[in-house]
């Protein structure tokens, strides 16, 4: 594995870790909300799964998370950097890309494809967020990060866990984009070969969201584990699958 670096459409700097492979074929793995290039290891164990099967392997910080540069989130910015992830893989050779996204990535992923079909022949979606949350801000956040998204546009949300970044920047748009996905919008056009893997125990993106997403999709199938959001038991099952689905679709 080498860290790499390289800038997104707006100058800043995203950092990520590349496993290479003597191989045309790529995958780009697109973290959760909050979340890092490693993924608390997760990403890093099926990232290397893949590379073990001759995938070219880029998993990378959004900005604003991880080691890349302070940014405000958005899904917007998070689609932007996507593209320049994929263009760093081109630039290693990479002509066949698959995408890995998780929660929140998942939706970029979607977004990612609908602007940039021709470029992308498979998708892995780990609970990927696909329709609306409607109660999201009131959920997860506090009533004094409510108030001050009400009153600045902006609030932030402090990280408990150890990592590269302990505090992200949280705009009210990408509180909105959240509570306003339209599902049938989003997966309008979507006919590339698409896994879901949900944890069954998944709180946030319930497993009822992922089967609807599904049977709205011609070429989509769903991989169910006893797990939560955060595959805290699974993540082998997931990198098994994602292995075996990237192969023969890419």
């Given at each position: 594995m080498?860290?790499v670096k390289f800038?997104n459409?707006?100058?800043l ?5 590349f496993w290479s ?6 995958i780009?793995?697109a973290h959760?909300?909050?979340?890092s290039k490693?993924?608390?290891g997760k990403?890093t164990e ?8 001759g995938?070219?392997v880029?998993?990378?910080d ?7 540069e ?5 899904i917007?910015?998070e689609?932007?950097?996507l593209?320049?992830a994929?263009d ?6 990479v002509e066949?890309?698959g ?5 929140q990535?998942?939706l970029?992923?979607?977004r990612?494809y ?7 022949e498979?998708m892995?979606?780990m609970?990927?967020?696909t329709d609306?949350?409607e109660?999201?801000r009131k959920?997860k ?9 009400e009153?600045?546009?902006y609030t ?7 990592g590269e970044?302990?505090q ?5 748009e990408a ?13 309008e ?11 069954e ?7 009822e969201m992922?089967?609807?997403t ?5 070429k ?12 805290e038991?699974?993540i082998?099952i997931a990198?098994e ?8 679709t890419i």
């Open positions: 080498e860290k800038e459409s707006r100058d700097e995203l950092v990520g870790n492979a003597d191989s045309e074929k790529g780009v793995m959760g909300f909050k979340g490693e993924q608390y990403f099926i990232a290397e799964y893949l590379n073990q099967e995938f070219n880029l998993a990378f959004f900005s604003g998370c991880g080691e890349s302070d940014d405000s989130i958005t917007d910015k689609v932007e950097d593209r320049a994929v760093f893989l081109k630039d290693k050779g066949r890309l995408i890995l996204g998780l929660s990535g998942g970029v992923s979607l990612y609908k602007k940039h079909s021709e470029e992308v498979s892995v979606l609970a990927p967020l609306a949350l109660n999201y959920e956040l506090s009533k004094k990060q409510r108030k001050e998204l009153q600045k546009g932030k949300i402090y990280k408990e866990e150890e970044r302990d992200f920047l949280i705009p009210e509180m909105k984009e959240k509570e306003t996905v339209n599902q049938d919008e989003l997966l056009g979507v006919d590339v070969p698409v896994l879901f893997i949900q944890g125990n998944d709180t946030t993106i319930k497993p992922t089967r609807n599904v049977e709205k999709l011609d989509a199938e769903m991989r169910t584990v006893e797990d939560n959001q955060y595959f038991n699974s082998d990198a699958e994602a292995a075996e689905w990237f192969s023969k």
